[in-house]
């Protein structure tokens, strides 16, 4: 069994910083890939990006690259994804996920085994 649980969301404005956490419990933190996903309303779940068990790999959306960035601290037992440049259509409820065994990049929601509650991000203009 995994616990996760997200952190750092929030209120910014265009064009501002957040940075989200994903403490990880129950299970030794490097034996599963990690995903972020998020969640708009009246829209379905989508991918955002996605970090391999060893932190070599990672996957993220068109739409956020070169604007967020998923990395891991397995010593930590935490994942973490750096947003930056946020704009209006980053609001959502996003989501970190866990894939248990020695993965690498994962961006189907279905592929994943445990998911935590989410954090509201919302980014005014």
């Known amino acids: 069994q995994v616990q996760l649980i997200e952190s750092g969301g929030g209120l910014v404005q265009a064009g501002g910083s957040l940075r989200l956490s994903c403490a990880a419990s129950?299970?030794?933190?490097?034996?599963?890939?990690m995903g972020w996903f998020r969640q708009a309303p009246g829209k379905e779940r989508e991918f955002v990006a996605s970090?391999?068990?060893?932190?070599?790999?990672?996957s993220h959306a068109d739409s956020v690259k070169g604007r967020f960035t998923i990395s891991r601290d397995n010593a930590k037992n935490t994942g973490h994804l750096q947003m930056n440049n946020l704009r209006p259509e980053d609001t959502a409820v996003y989501y970190c996920?866990?894939?248990?065994?020695?993965?690498?990049?994962?961006?189907?929601?279905?592929?994943?085994?445990?998911w935590g509650k989410g954090t509201q991000v919302t980014v005014s203009s």
């Open positions: 996920a866990a894939k248990i065994g020695p993965f690498g990049v994962i961006d189907r929601a279905g592929q994943y085994d445990y």
């Open positions: 970090i391999g068990w060893q932190g070599y790999s990672t």
């Open positions: 129950g299970r030794t933190f490097s034996t599963y890939a």
